[in-house]
């Protein structure tokens, strides 16, 4: 088997795994950072996720993703989780703060795109962000063959891109959008990486502009970094 730097199996998702992370819906099954946990997303937490998600000033940035609480109980309680994982964001206190998933994953790339959302606004602009990605990509990177991560923010979201790079993503391309917002694959350019729909709106002014940043981090980059920054 395959093993990370660090000594940790690389693993894919399959029948086993998905059994494991059906025993993690509750509250045992945690990633810890510095400032957050992270664990399995549960029913509780729908009412939030959708209020976050009909949440203008969050959808600006992060797009809008249901169209109804059934939306949202399938992609995060029954969709089938082959090619995405998402987990919820707390507070060391309990506090539900967010979510953070990769998704679009692609086994035959060894590729994931990532996504997080901090929907409590009390808690932006605090280090919560970059602490919760830092965790989450650590775990993906020990635990999974996943090669690469990459992600699309808005290039006017300059907090969003600032935790990004302190994580160590760097810009790669650049993905056009069309006056609705969506994206097609012949306007990604870096890496060849498959774009997806994004919905929202295309707001003015100080809203998102018409071009997202792509960026990257490989495993290899992030361990680089993780043993200088110990070093």
């Known amino acids: 088997m395959a093993v990370t730097k660090g000594g940790e199996p690389l693993v894919f ?8 992370y059906n025993k993690y819906k509750g509250l045992d099954f945690e990633v810890a950072g510095d400032k957050v946990r992270l664990r399995a997303i549960t029913e509780r ?6 209020e976050w998600d009909e949440d203008e000033e ?3 940035w992060a797009g809008k993703k249901f169209s109804c609480r059934d939306e949202a109980r399938e992609w995060y309680l029954e969709k089938p989780l082959l090619n995405k994982r998402t987990l919820a964001i707390e507070t060391l206190g309990g506090e539900f703060i967010g979510e953070i998933e990769i998704l679009n994953v692609s086994w035959r790339l060894h590729t994931g795109e990532l996504r997080v959302v901090i929907g409590e606004k009390d808690y932006w602009n605090r280090g919560i962000g970059t602490d919760a990605v830092f965790a989450f990509v650590k775990w993906i990177f020990r635990n ?12 006017e979201n300059h907090r969003a891109r600032r935790c990004y790079t302190k994580v160590g993503f760097r810009p790669v391309g650049k993905v056009r959008f069309s006056p609705d917002r969506s994206v097609s694959p012949a306007h990604i350019s870096g890496r060849g990486i498959a774009a997806t729909r994004v919905s929202g709106s295309s707001g003015s002014g100080s809203g998102p502009s018409t071009h997202l940043i792509l960026m990257e981090l490989s ?3 992030f361990f680089e970094g993780l043993f200088s920054a110990d070093s």
């Not at 999974?144 to 290039?155: E, F, H, P, Q």
């Open 13 to 20: 998702w399959g029948a086993v795994d998905l059994h494991r």
């Open 45 to 50: 937490d729908l009412a939030k996720l959708v």
């Open 58 to 60: 969050i959808s600006r």
């Open 144 to 155: 999974y063959s996943i090669n690469t991560i990459y992600l699309r923010v808005d290039k």
């Open 219 to 221: 495993r290899e980059e």
